[in-house]
């Protein structure tokens, strides 16, 4: 069975940190390319950082370009967002994706706060 466990969301001051995780399981992690998407109320669903298979990162939004870090371990199946200098523009829920030709998993996500 499939799963995509996104953790580490919460309320952070503007200009704050906050690392986000997600743990993988089900298909052969390795050989996925990994994305963190996020959407906010109103707004549709956007990607805001991918890394390839190999650990390539990729395909940064512009609005978190300089503040977020995508990583992966391949060793432990788990793909992590680090947010820094955080913004209320940033506040939303994260989805964790997982993509290999035409498969394609999402998890629930996690909900990220900015605010005073």
């Known amino acids: 069975q499939v799963q995509l466990v996104e953790s580490g969301g919460g309320l952070v001051q503007p200009g704050g940190s906050l690392r986000l995780s997600c743990a993988a399981s089900g298909f052969t992690f390795s050989m996925y390319a990994m994305s963190w998407y996020r959407q906010a109320p109103g707004k549709e669903r956007e990607l805001v950082a991918q890394?390839?298979?190999?650990?390539?990162?990729?395909n940064y939004a512009d609005s978190v370009k300089g503040r977020f870090i995508i990583s992966r371990d391949n060793a432990k199946n788990t793909v992590t967002l680090q947010m820094n200098s955080l913004k209320p523009g940033d506040a939303a829920v994260y989805y964790c994706?997982?993509?290999?030709?035409?498969?394609?998993?999402w998890g629930k996500g996690t909900l990220v706060t900015v605010s005073s």
């Open positions: 994706n997982a993509r290999f030709t035409v498969l394609d998993y």
């Open positions: 890394i390839t298979s190999g650990g390539q990162p990729r």
